[in-house]
């Protein structure tokens, strides 16, 4: 299996999922958080308004499938709790840019996949690759998302753009050496 190819067990959710208002609830995040991200609290209110097993139940690896319109009106501590759930790919129907963007800020690769809701049943295994945008189903069904382009694979694989620049920054001071 490719370092870029991601297995896991399917968590699907249908259309119009606000992200402040559905995965998580940003009215509790607004008022009770510092500075700094909870991702305990994050990870322990994530999708539970829709699916109260989710928080206790999703594994690290686990792929989340949503319709269209994903995570409209959300900020970054959508994605900070998906990531912090385990959560190893998000594919969706379509999305807005502002969430595939903050995301991938912090190391969660989200994937936009005309027909993947219908490829897909909640439980199943499956397999995607965001370097190729391929996507393959339960029964062997293969399905193409747009690919990340390689800067974006290498923010994904850093972990996030910040930790990226990081390293960047550090070989370019041992380079000047």
């Known amino acids: ?101 903050r995301a991938l800020n912090v190391g969660l690769p989200i994937m936009t996949c005309p027909g993947i809701a219908d490829a897909v049943e909640d439980g199943d295994v499956i397999e995607a690759d965001p370097a190729t945008g391929v996507i393959r189903n339960a029964a062997g069904v293969v399905l193409q998302a747009r690919p990340f382009s390689p800067r974006m694979v290498q923010i994904w694989r850093a972990g996030g753009t910040i930790p990226l620049l990081e390293h960047e920054f550090a070989e370019r001071r041992g380079a000047a050496i």
Do not use: Q
């Open 1 to 101: 299996m490719s370092d870029t190819k991601r297995r896991g067990r399917v968590w699907k959710f249908g259309d119009n999922i606000s992200g402040d208002d559905g995965i998580i609830e940003f009215s509790i995040v607004r008022e009770g958080f510092g500075k700094a991200f909870d991702e305990d609290a994050l990870r322990a209110m994530c999708f539970r308004s829709l699916r109260p097993e989710f928080p206790v139940e999703v594994r690290p690896g686990d792929i989340v499938v949503g319709g269209r319109n994903f995570g409209h009106h959300n900020h970054v501590e959508v994605s900070v709790a998906m990531k912090a759930s385990g959560i190893a790919t998000v594919i969706v129907e379509s999305c807005e840019s502002g969430i595939i963007r």
